[in-house]
């Protein structure tokens, strides 16, 4: 009888272990056309997702959904998603392997020395402090892996900060920062980003 019940109990927790399989690959498939099936984007203007800490992931699409972050591609991709979905679309992004790069040789030193040193004459902090020096990103502080992104995305989103377009970084840190960013060190520390290999690789 107690076999029985135990080999019950197993089967169930299997099938409920497919059907939440399927569920997260059901609420995903609409994510596959920008970000790839594995969170790999093949268009540089989207995001990687995979390997992004699950704090982020679920803050910025939480901001998304709540109207805190202006993304007008997605407009009403994610507006019927719970909490609890999104928890979970988060979950399987991060567990899957990130992308990896390889930094511009004629970018490296400007963006080297920008990412690991900063520029303290012009007040711009060193990009290590949040994002770690393997760029793998402060998970439980929900601060990105920058390891691996799409130089034209990361370019895009400084731009953005420094214009006032994107304004759900917390206490404007962001902000504060790329408005003091020439175009060039943009470009220069998003090349070195790419070639990072952060830790879940």
């Known amino acids: 009888m107690m076999k029985k019940l135990l080999l019950s109990l197993t089967l169930a927790a299997g099938v409920a272990g497919m059907a939440n399989a399927q569920s997260v690959e059901m609420k995903t498939a609409t994510c596959t056309a920008c970000h790839g099936g ?11 997702l995979a390997g992004q800490g699950s ?33 979970e679309i988060a979950n399987f992004y991060a567990s899957k392997p990130a992308n990896l790069g390889q930094t511009d040789p004629a970018l490296a030193e400007k963006g080297r020395n920008l990412y690991r040193a900063g520029d303290m004459a012009k007040g711009i902090p060193a990009c290590t402090a949040c994002h770690l020096p393997n760029g793998g990103g402060n998970k439980p502080a929900a601060f990105p892996a920058v ?14 900060f420094r214009a006032g377009e994107r304004t759900n970084d917390p206490n404007s840190m962001m902000r504060l920062i790329a408005e003091k960013m020439s175009d060039a060190e943009m470009e220069a520390v998003a090349s070195y980003m790419y070639g990072l290999h952060g830790t879940n690789r």
């Open 147 to 160: 390891s691996g992104q799409h130089p034209t995305y990361t370019v895009n989103q400084l731009t953005a």
């Open 38 to 48: 594995e969170g790999i984007s093949m268009v540089p203007n989207w995001p990687n």
């Open 55 to 87: 704090n982020y992931l679920y803050k910025q699409i939480i901001d998304i959904r709540d109207g805190r972050r202006d993304i007008p591609e997605m407009v009403g991709m994610v507006d019927h998603f719970t909490d609890e979905d999104v928890r």
